[in-house]
């Protein structure tokens, strides 16, 4: 039987405002499968984003969802966790959302290894304000502010969250969507910070300035780059030149700050 | 039995009165002159199971406490002028959103880092129209360590009846001044918590003007599921373009302060049934203003103090009964003219209005405000 997606999208509010061929939907999916798979609770769950398309998601999931302003998911997320640490809290965002403007919030909330989980959609571009770079964006690649061919060196968001203290960091890709869901029922299992990165594509901004043909090749692209962290250790450096490690990257158990302050508040309760 | 009395300082005062209004969760970054706001509570808010958090900048405390409010917790942040500036950005997702919070800002001098222990009062206008687009404010500038406790659990209060952000805005003499304060027994002053919803989940829409123009709101993990967004909404919290939505919904939220005037607005009348001549001051510069005008009085001169409590939304209605019957107003104030011009609004020159101003990080003094009311009668 097919899935059915219908138990966790909010009546009436679809169509989706993602353009066709844009990875944004199919990381939804992927989401909701994970949803279904851990049995996460609607009324138990906020999913927190930022602003841009892949921080559209909330709107069209029907969970306790909030809807921030540009870059501010993580620090949102962190005081509704925090005010109530029952509930299942789950971070969406763009790249832009969340290495530019949200940077800060985003190291600081990889070091403080708070237990939500943070999915973040790597399209390479900002998407919702018409394609300018990003900080994702590849060097010598075309934006609508890089005319000539972007200057700036890209960040690799997963070395980002590993080298800022996330205790959970995955990456997987719109093509592979099978994947999608298992990695981030993996992530939320993991009881601390946990980043999960999916590289997308957009085709309406970023595609058609960079000359690929169609959807199918941008999609063609992200299998053709994706190596698995297994398959990966068994290849040469030269093997590797041009592709991006996919599965789960990095994984360690560190004290969870929701358990280190209520260590604080019986230290001083006992005052 | 005797009530607690105790030697604080006003942001000491501020961090209890906090507490007693129920305050359980606070999120901050530091700057001077607000510091000991966020270091009382770090102290005493995990003592009650409280929370307290140092965020990595104004920005993130200000985001930290919008999420936590939505949760149901009662949220305060502290900040100084540089903070301030940072959140204004979120101050305004909290105004449109109609989140409780409470924001507490120790006014030093300003623009940029300005004097960092030096007072002004020059933040007010910040308060008013920090963040863009239209939007009501509510601010309240106590002039005392007592008030300062009482302000700060008034500020808790009308952020929850009014579902939105709420301004104190002591100087910077005021937050560090040393004052006896009595503090009221539990259930002494009233403590207000937001009305939560009467209607089953499915029913639930967090702008329901069908309440009043003030909805319940739910708290996240109560079994209510909604959506909360920083763009124009409907009232079911999901975004419009719709232009007769967008209109009604934004008219509605001035309303919220606009049609409560006068349970929010809150001002000290002194010795002004017979003046001829009044002072109108808020904060540390109206104790100055008191006791030029007590000297004046011995002296046979018919001064009068008008004190601003309530900044915002701004004592119109008062200050423009004064023009009517003064000879002249005096508006002493730490900053170039800020509470001036407000003054010379309302009284549409029915009377003159001589400001004194100062930003050179030193009060105004009461022989300075006495030297002007002579020269102008
Ligand atoms: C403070 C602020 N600055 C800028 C913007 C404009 N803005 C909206 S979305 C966006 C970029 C979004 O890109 P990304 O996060 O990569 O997500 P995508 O749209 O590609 O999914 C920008 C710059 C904003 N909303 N707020």
Known sequence: MAFEYDKYIRGGKLPHIWCPGCGHGIVMKGLIRAIDTLGLEKNNTAIVSGIGCASRLPGYMDFCTLHTAHGRAAAFATGVKMAKPEMNVILIGGDGDGTAIGGNHFIHACRRNIDMTYIIMNNNIYGMTGGQFSPCTPTGAKASTTPYGNPDPAFDIAKLAIGAGATFVARGTAYHANQIDKLIVEAVQHKGFSVVEILDDCPTTYGRRNKFKSVIEMMNRLKDIAVPVKAAEKMTPEQLQGKVLTGVLYKEEKPEYISEYAKVIERASKG | MAKKVAFLQGNEAAAQGALYAGCNFFAGYPITPSTEVAEVLSAELPKRSGKFIQMEDEIGAMAAVIGASLTGAKVLTATSGPGLSLKQELIGYACIAEVPVVIINVMRGGPSTGMPTGPSQSDVMAARWGTHGDHAAICLVPASVQ??????????????????????????????????????????????????????PEEYKPYDTRFGDVPPLASFGSGYRFHVTGLNKAEDGFPTTKAALVQAEEERQLRKVTANIDDIVTFEEYLLDDAEVAVVAFGSTSRSARFAVNELRKEGVKA?????????????????????????????EMNLGMCTSEVKRCVEGKAPVHGIFRVDGEPINPGQIAQKIREVL
Do not use: C
């Not at chain 2, 009068?304 to 002493?332: E, H, M, N, S, Y």
């Open chain 2, 147 to 200: 008030e300062l406790f009482e302000e700060t659990v008034r500020a808790f209060n009308l952020a929850e009846k009014y579902r939105m952000p709420v301004f104190v805005m002591p100087d910077e003499i005021v937050g560090h001044m040393r004052e006896r304060i009595v503090f009221p027994e539990p259930g002494e002053l009233e403590v207000i918590s937001r009305t939560a919803p009467s209607v089953p």
């Open chain 2, 304 to 332: 009068g103090l008008f004190r601003i409590r309530t900044f915002w939304p701004f004592p119109d209605k008062q200050i423009a009964a004064l023009g009517a019957r003064v000879k002249a107003i005096i508006t002493p």
